[in-house]
């Protein structure tokens, strides 16, 4: 009778060694499955870093100020490309983000429940429609709007431009609504209770307390603008030229990489594409480390305050 | 309910039985005669239920970097391979004209979708960005008494490498020499003008929907999507109608003088019924091939494609092989080791 205790106490301290070595099993497969992105994404840089010896040897960083895209006499340049994607990001963001910011406050701040669960339902459903639905969309209603609007061809930058912003607006949209509705109630009471309007307290209370958020979603949209190939190859116009013109063709670094990758025979022509798909990578790592800098800057300084 | 999966599993095992017993080829390559080839790939199973031969259309040029990594059994491609590619190949492949098909210059003018006439000169200015009005004296001298409009020619070509483009700028490169100098042939060139779409159906969709456009497709896309389509002079100084009795009028020139590895150009071709953006589009089989039943059904394939199989291409608007060209091609299978 006296040793029952005892082996309770066993079995018990067995049972809770069993967790702890449960616990480090599931720290140790969690870690793995972890660093499993840190190793994806090395793989992905040496890939395309080994794929485009062959371009980088013979280019070198003239590669990204060059404007000839020749894959018959092996002349390649990607500063067409370059400029098409940022230009194109860029204007996308300058659309979008103002629009999808004002929906966002007006479905968290301004709208009645119901109204507000709706049209969320209805925008993340827009986020969840194929990238070529949007292109045929640009396609089939955009492109002739364009050309009866003056644009020669009907499709281009901007044409693509109006098609991306329509693509990431979902995003900003669901995104920023979540942050700003995460904003404590107690905020937008103070600002009342200082005498605040229900604008003065949303513009100056609660969108820069859920700034991060926002943030967050923009730079989120702009990763899928930088990224969209199909969607934009079927508005753009797929010409590899800097046009003064916002309404004339242009090409983007996802979209060239689409079309040319299957029918590049030439090795040096497969190495630039490759290259391309390099450049791309940089380009959105840099645009994320802006984004990274911009958040902590705004983070410090509203600690500060 | 156990009685249903029991069922269920045997209906799998009757699934996976003949599955196994399959042997299975796979190829990769053009996209152009895709539709020919599916059609015969399912012809030559139904007669060989052991035999399940898988064709991916990824385009010429992946084609022929599989076939090379060996990651599939054989390759298809619209242009032939060129010296350096074979000098460098391990398993030098054969090249097998399978059909034959023409590009053709497409257009969107409103209120006159008719038959027009295209000299070459034309063509080659048009596409060097120098022809840019659609009444420009080099087209309004090949159609006389056709109220051409004055407005620009929005000119469209592919965006995506493509076989087609191969055919259209190697003929452009025949013809003009300031664009063999300027741009060259290729399956993805440095445009000199116009914008670029993706896939023939994206070229025929956009002029279909631009005014004043003018691009080049493959004869099957302006059939189907009833596009108007040019007459082009050819060599012998006549406007020929792209259809299959001209496209086969262009390889009859070529059938008399065959190389014997059948890498043969019939654009511009001699000929006074030959349309002149006509080619061939190849199999690429390797010329050793390890795994004997792989070879057999290869070998196989490619005799009964050559007899049965070219009767299936005209209802599917490809040419077929002329019978010399046949003939010649029976006598290279056999080399297949």
């Excluded at chain 2, 050819?234 to 109608?241: H, I, L, P």
Aim: proline share 6%; with cysteine; charged share 15%.
């Amino acid at each position: 009778m006296a040793a029952e205790p005892v082996r309770e106490a066993s079995r018990a301290r067995g049972f809770f060694g069993r967790l702890r070595a449960g616990d480090q099993a599931a720290t140790l497969i969690t870690a793995t499955f972890a660093s499993s992105v840190l190793v994806l994404t090395a793989l992905l840089v040496y890939e395309l870093f080994h794929g485009s010896a062959l371009s980088r040897d013979k280019f070198g960083w003239a590669f990204l100020f060059t404007k000839i895209w020749d894959p018959v006499a092996g002349e390649f340049g990607a500063l067409p490309f370059i400029y098409g994607t940022l230009a194109t990001s860029a204007l996308a963001l300058a659309m979008a983000v103002p629009l999808g910011l004002g929906a966002a406050v007006f479905l968290s701040e301004l709208a009645p429940p119901r109204i507000s669960d709706a049209l969320t339902f209805v925008i993340e459903l827009l986020a969840a429609v194929p990238s070529v639905i949007y292109g045929l969309l640009g396609v089939f209603i955009l492109v002739p709007l364009m050309r009866q609007a003056g644009a020669p061809y009907g499709v281009g930058v901007f044409t693509a431009s109006v098609v991306l912003a329509v693509m990431i607006l979902p995003f900003i949209v669901s995104i920023s609504r979540e942050a700003l509705l995460a904003v404590p109630r107690e905020q937008r009471e103070a600002a009342l209770a200082l005498g605040a309007t229900h604008w003065e307290s949303t513009w100056q209370v609660v969108i820069p307390f859920a700034r991060l958020g926002i943030i967050g979603s923009v730079f989120l949209a702009l990763a899928r603008a930088l990224g969209e190939t199909m969607a934009v190859t079927m508005v753009i116009g797929n010409d590899p030229k800097i046009h003064a013109s916002l309404l004339a063709p242009g090409y983007t670094i996802a979209a060239v990489i689409a079309n040319e990758f299957t029918e590049a025979t030439a090795d040096l022509h497969l190495s630039a594409l490759i290259e391309l798909g390099l450049v791309l990578f940089f380009l959105t790592m840099l645009l994320n480390g802006i984004a990274r800098l911009l958040i902590l800057s705004t983070t410090r300084r509203g600690t500060a305050q | 309910m156990r009685r249903h999966s029991m069922k269920l599993v045997l209906c799998l095992f009757a699934l996976l039985v003949p599955l196994s017993a399959q042997t299975l080829v796979n190829g990769a390559g053009a996209t152009f005669p895709y539709p020919i080839y599916s059609k015969w790939f399912d012809e030559y199973h139904k007669l060989h239920p052991d035999v399940q031969i898988n064709y991916q259309s990824i385009g010429s040029g992946g084609g022929i970097r599989q076939l090379e990594s060996g990651t599939v059994d054989f390759g298809a491609s619209d242009q032939p391979m060129n010296e350096e590619q074979l000098a460098k190949s391990k398993n030098k492949p054969l090249h097998f004209p399978t059909v034959m098909g023409a590009v053709v210059a497409t257009y969107n003018l409103p209120g006159l979708n008719r038959e027009l006439n295209f000299t070459p000169e034309a063509l080659a200015g048009i596409f060097l960005g120098k022809v840019k009005k659609w009444n420009d004296a080099a087209l309004k001298s090949a159609n006389p008494g056709v109220p051409l409009p004055a407005n620009d020619i929005m000119l469209v070509h592919r965006s995506d490498g493509s076989g087609t483009s191969f055919i259209w700028t190697d003929y452009l490169s025949k013809i003009s020499p300031e664009w063999k100098s300027q741009v060259g042939p290729g399956a993805a060139v440095n445009w000199p003008a116009g914008l670029g779409a993706k896939g023939n159906e994206g070229v025929a969709g956009m002029v279909k929907q631009t005014p004043y456009s003018l691009g080049y497709v493959e004869l099957i896309y302006a059939l189907q999507n009833k596009m108007p389509y040019a007459r082009v002079r050819n060599a012998a100084g006549k406007f020929v109608k792209p259809d299959l009795a001209s496209v086969t009028a262009a390889a009859a020139g070529a059938a008399s003088n065959m190389p014997d590895d059948f890498r043969v150009s019939i654009t511009n071709a001699p000929g006074k019924d030959a349309y002149p953006v006509s080619s061939f589009t190849w199999l690429l089989i390797p010329g050793q091939i390890q795994d004997g039943a792989k070879k057999k059904i290869l070998v196989d394939f490619v005799r009964w494609m050559l007899g049965p199989g070219q009767k299936m291409a005209e209802p599917l608007s490809y040419a077929p092989l002329p019978q010399l060209v046949v003939a010649k091609e029976l006598k290279a299978i056999a080399t297949v080791q």
